[in-house]
């Protein structure tokens, strides 16, 4: 074997195991923030349901488990954070009284609202010099996805809190208004097809938001320099 061919093949070697090391760090990273995620869940959700529920909804004014999802993400990167919103999705199903429903529902909202960040990322080739996070990173940059991720994620619930209260919640369609906009004269089908984009519009603008100045505003990320 020749000098070149020599280095050449450490290269690849150490390209290789960089690789492996990065994998191992977003499976364990999924594996601890799903579990997190599932002990918010478990414990302090239900403690904290009543406080925080938007009357007539079933929702929350703030999403802990999707704050936990979302925070995965910007630290471990792609893989790591769809598998931790999967594993805690699964792990929610024994505690959430809304289940499969309600998990089903946190699930399908935050992948909508990172599945637009992840395509633009999906755009960028790690040169060695930039990584994808430090693309995320850039104010610019979290603001478009962000918002094209929010747009999504409300066209998606609208149709899925349409279809769930016409079928599963139909009991439970009267009950629903716009009191928290102080409309409690609008119920029904009306107050979910009004109030459904304005509350996933709130809360995108947390999941995305309280998760990235906690990443990047502490600099977390460039302290674990996982992606």
Request: aromatic share 10%; with cysteine; charged share 15%.
């Given at each position: ?45 239900p403690t904290l349901t009543n406080l925080i529920r938007i009357p007539g ?104 809190n349409v279809i769930v209260f016409l079928t599963i919640f139909s009991l ?56």
């Amino acid at each position: 074997m020749s000098e070149v061919e020599g280095k050449e093949f450490f290269e690849e070697q150490e390209s290789f195991m960089s690789r492996r090391s990065q994998l191992t760090l977003q499976i364990v990273g999924a594996a601890l923030f799903s579990a997190l995620s599932i002990v918010v869940g478990a414990l302090l959700t239900p403690t904290l349901t009543n406080l925080i529920r938007i009357p007539g909804w079933f929702i929350a004014i703030i999403d802990l488990i999707s704050l936990v999802w979302v925070l995965c993400f910007y630290l471990f990167g792609v893989k790591a954070g769809i598998l931790c919103c999967i594993i805690g999705t699964v792990g929610l199903m024994p505690f959430d009284p809304s289940a499969p429903v309600g998990p089903l529902m946190k699930l399908a909202a935050t992948l909508s609202l990172i599945s637009v960040p992840i395509l633009f990322l999906r755009l960028y080739k790690r040169d060695g010099t930039i990584k994808k996070s430090q693309k995320l990173k850039k104010p610019h940059n979290i603001i478009v996805y962000g918002a094209l991720g929010t747009l999504l994620r409300i066209i998606v619930m609208v149709i899925l809190n349409v279809i769930v209260f016409l079928t599963i919640f139909s009991l439970f369609l009267d009950q629903v208004s716009l009191e928290f906009l102080g409309l409690p004269q609008i119920t029904g089908m009306t107050a979910v097809i009004i109030g459904a984009p304005i509350i996933n519009a709130w809360q995108s603008a947390l999941d995305l938001g309280i998760p990235y100045f906690l990443v990047y505003g502490t600099k977390l990320d460039e302290r674990l320099n996982i992606w």
